[in-house]
Nanobody, 115 residues
Framework: VQLVESGGDSVQAGESLRLFCQAS?????MGWFRQAPGKEREAVAS????????YYPDPMKGRFTFVQDKMNDTLYLLMNNLKPEDTGVYYC?????????????WGQGTQVTVS
């Protein structure tokens, strides 16, 4: 299974971005992670396979949300009110097991820069 992220860009603080993750085959759950230079990778958001139970760590609550685009049958991560500390490479991940643990599949990442 291959995952390909898209939607990363350079934006000003306060602006928004939509991140997409295209999978070549079915995966269970979806997780988004990010890694800033010199920092460890951290979780950004996750959602269960059926689209229920989204999870956002505290720094992302109220700003990041999964959006289901029914017209295009696409689920994307909407990031609002971006801050400079949101800068990093964003990776999407999927699992091969219904338990959604661990994440077996990872994309190559998309760069988000907030200034």
């Amino acid at each position: 299974v291959q995952l390909v992220e898209s939607g990363g860009d350079s934006v000003q603080a306060g602006e928004s971005l939509r991140l997409f993750c295209q999978a070549s085959a079915h995966t269970y759950c979806m997780g988004w992670f990010r890694q800033a230079p010199g920092k460890e990778r951290e979780a950004v958001a996750s959602i269960s396979t059926d689209g229920s139970s989204p999870y956002y760590p505290d720094p992302m609550k109220g700003r990041f949300t999964f959006v289901q685009d029914k017209m295009n049958d696409t689920l994307y991560l909407l990031m609002n009110n971006l801050k400079p500390e949101d800068t990093g490479v964003y990776y999407c991940a999927g699992a091969s097991s219904p338990s959604c643990t661990p994440y077996d599949y990872w994309g190559q990442g998309t760069q988000v820069t907030v200034s």
